[in-house]
């Protein structure tokens, strides 16, 4: 039931209310791969919602839900990554890059390489093959 209405809340642009049904609904029912799913995607919207509100502590403690129930969305790592970088807290933003660069290499390098590159709350590799294994490493 709490299921239903995590989708319907998501579907209606609840988003808050979505992530909280689908939390509680995983609280009953821990391992249910559509439900982790969906809280997945809740989270992630509420994460997207608080990025627009500059709300970064909000934003990252929704990114970090997204990685709980689905540690397979690289995109929710990269943003996870930007977030805590932006807050300074550059260790664990490469360790954020080195899980979204893991799952999907080709499709988060351009931007995982543009958000570190950023003057004032980055790192900058003159050979990209020296961030490779940087990411490889700090997701290890």
């Not at 290499?105 to 003159?126: D, K, N, Q, V, Y």
């Amino acid at each position: 039931m709490l299921q239903l209405l995590a989708l319907l809340d998501l579907q209606e642009g609840r988003i808050a209310e979505a992530a909280s049904n689908a939390e509680a609904s995983l609280a009953l029912r821990p391992v249910h791969s559509p439900t982790q799913q969906l809280a997945g995607e809740a989270f992630f919207q509420l994460s997207l919602q608080r990025h627009e509100a500059r709300d970064r502590d909000g934003e990252i403690a929704a990114l970090q839900q997204v990685v709980k129930w689905a540690p397979q969305r690289a995109e929710a790592q990269v943003n996870l990554g930007i977030a805590m970088q932006e807050q300074g807290r550059i260790d664990e933003a490469m360790t954020a890059y080195g899980r979204a660069w893991r799952l999907r290499p080709e499709e988060t390098f351009g931007r995982i390489a543009h958000a570190l590159a950023t003057p004032g709350s980055g790192r900058m590799w003159l050979k990209l093959d020296d961030l490779r294994a940087a990411l490889a490493a700090a997701s290890a």
